[in-house]
Antibody, heavy 119, light 107 residues
Framework: EVQLVESGGGLVQPGRSLKLSCLAS????????MNWIRQAPGKGLEWVAS????????YYADTVKGRFTISRDNAKNTLYLQMTSLRSEDTALYYC????????????WGPGTMVTVSS | DIQMTQTPSSMPASLGERVTISCRAS??????LNWYQQKPDGTIKPLIY???NLQSGVPSRFSGSGSGTDYSLTISSLEPEDFAMYYC?????????FGAGTKLELK
């Protein structure tokens, strides 16, 4: 059974940093591209970042470019999102999701981890 | 970025009713249109991918159609577990983008 479990969320002050993790199980992690998607309270879904299976290709939304870094450790079956210079508008539930290639959709999602940026 | 306009934003409906949710892209997206369901507890699962392909395990009352810029999700006969949020997503062009969502509510 495919499972994705995010962790690392919490309350953080503006300008500070936080690192999220997503532990994957039930599939060969190193074969799949992975993504972070977020949802601000009461709002819709916003794609944040993606990373290819071997980390060769990495993309970011303009809203986080230069502040967030996506990475992965295939030996540990874990996806990461390092978030720096956090702003109040980064407050959201952060989901990790597996990318289905070649159909280009997110076929498995974790339950999410909440990040609250507030003083 | 491609804008996805999803309508309606909310829809009251009854058990057994047939409903359709629409999604319009700001430019053609070559059928790279997906649909997701989000439950009140935040759980998200895919329903339809590449316009009309049913995700494994999803009931056959869900179907998708469309082409070019206009796409739709249809639920043929609403069951209690279908009252949730629904989002469309395009993955034809980077960045992939989502519609604003449709809340399907019990009438």
């Amino acid at each position: 059974e495919v499972q994705l479990v995010e962790s690392g969320g919490g309350l953080v002050q503006p300008g500070r940093s936080l690192k999220l993790s997503c532990l994957a199980s039930g599939f060969t992690f190193s074969n799949y591209g992975m993504n972070w998607i977020r949802q601000a309270p009461g709002k819709g879904l916003e794609w944040v970042a993606s990373i290819s299976s071997s980390s060769s290709y990495i993309y970011y939304a303009d809203t986080v470019k230069g502040r967030f870094t996506i990475s992965r450790d295939n030996a540990k079956n874990t996806l990461y999102l390092q978030m720096t210079s956090l702003r109040s508008e980064d407050t959201a539930l952060y989901y990790c999701a597996r990318l289905n290639n070649p159909y280009w959709y997110f076929d498995f999602w974790g339950p999410g981890t909440m990040v609250t940026v507030s003083s | 970025d491609i804008q996805m306009t999803q309508t309606p934003s909310s829809m009251p409906a009854s058990l057994g009713e047939r409903v359709t949710i629409s999604c319009r892209a700001s430019q053609g997206i070559s059928n790279y249109l997906n649909w997701y369901q989000q439950k009140p507890d935040g759980t998200i699962k895919p329903l339809i991918y590449y316009t009309s392909n049913l995700q494994s395990g999803v009931p056959s009352r869900f179907s998708g159609s469309g082409s070019g810029t206009d796409y739709s999700l249809t639920i043929s006969s609403l069951e209690p577990e279908d009252f949730a949020m629904y989002y469309c997503q395009q993955y034809d062009s980077s960045p992939n983008t989502f519609g604003a969502g449709t809340k399907l509510e019990l009438k």
